[in-house]
């Protein structure tokens, strides 16, 4: 096992593409890191420069306490899984899975043992002796994992190992995964476009754009207080509410933002902690609200400002809960990049992406289509970002 660091890593292609730009980034020993972000952002290109098989244009990478720059893939001690993970499909399960050690010249006994071992692991016991086509998507997919593990690597890299399955297979492949990692402890770097699957398997997750790192934190972390616009709008499903809004503050005390001709009060705290709002006041702002921060009004509770009037425009019902479509009049602000890979996981209804904005209620909700409703917010979990650099405005 090793710690990996890339070190303002930067790869121009001989055409003079800039496909990763100066990407610094730390992976721990034991780590499992996703590389999240669209594609074309640089995650291939930034993997295949950990494992030598680009050269990198400027920049230093180690893996454990060794500059890797100069050496060959086959002497970085290192194991990968592809998209299209080739099984020979004339060979069993257990010669596929022993082929890399074939390879290396080990023993055949200790080619069994190691092999038994992996086929252990991943619950493949009972089809070692079956040939590729004779298994199912998942089972075939754990025998390129058992080809990686086999190796008994430092660092498993894995570029989208799971786009080629069916969604049902790949979410239950995910935890197989990341259960996985967890058992044989090998770091891992492990690329995907898919939001989701890096939230749930990453203990770390770096979100890139571009060729450049946008920011890197645990899941959670990027949810609540991601650093940019970006990062706001790519993580998450459904996605945050994003509007342009002005914001007035009276005094020091409160404020309010304006919203397509409404007004959102804004309790002080809301204030007092994101100091940076100050330099805002009378100026434009995004303001980003996650679709469970916004709740049905249920007419009782008194009116602290903090409500919001819509009109329901689909409410679609997910048995555990309801997304109810809305209209604020106001459109939603859009940010490159973001919009495809939420549709991509087919959990935003298509037709309604680019108007008005989604809250997440109860799975009883009565509201009705056509109808205008309340919507409280919780103004303490409100997001703002600047509209032209697009970084979060806090201090
Ligand atoms: N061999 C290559 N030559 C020139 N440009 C390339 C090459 N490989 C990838 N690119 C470009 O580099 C950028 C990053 O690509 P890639 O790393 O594959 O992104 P991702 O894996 O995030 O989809 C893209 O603009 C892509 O077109
Ligand atoms: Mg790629």
Redesign the pocket.
Known sequence: MSAVELDCVAKV???G?V??SELSLSVDDGEFMVLV??????????LRMVAGLEEITSGTIRIGDRTVNQLAPKDRDIAMVFQNYALYPHMTVAANIGFPLQLHGVPKDEIARRVDEAATLLGLEQLVDRKPGQLSGGQRQRVAMGRAIVREPSLFLM?EPLSNLDAKLRVQMRAEVARLQQRVGVTTIY?T?DQTEAMTMGDRVAV?RA?LLEQVDTPQALYDDPDSLFVGAFIGSPSMNLYQARLDISGNASGSIELGGQKLGLPADVLTSRPGLQRYKGRPVVVGIRPEDLSEEDGRSESDGGRLKADVLLVEALGSESLVHFDLGVPIFEVEGTRSAVEDQGDVAPHLAGIGGTARFGPRTTVAVGTAIGLRVGTARLHFFDPADGRAIRD
């Open positions: 292609y001989p055409n593409t496909a990763v972000g669209p594609s074309g952002c640089g995650k291939t290109t930034a570029d690329v476009h890139m060729g």
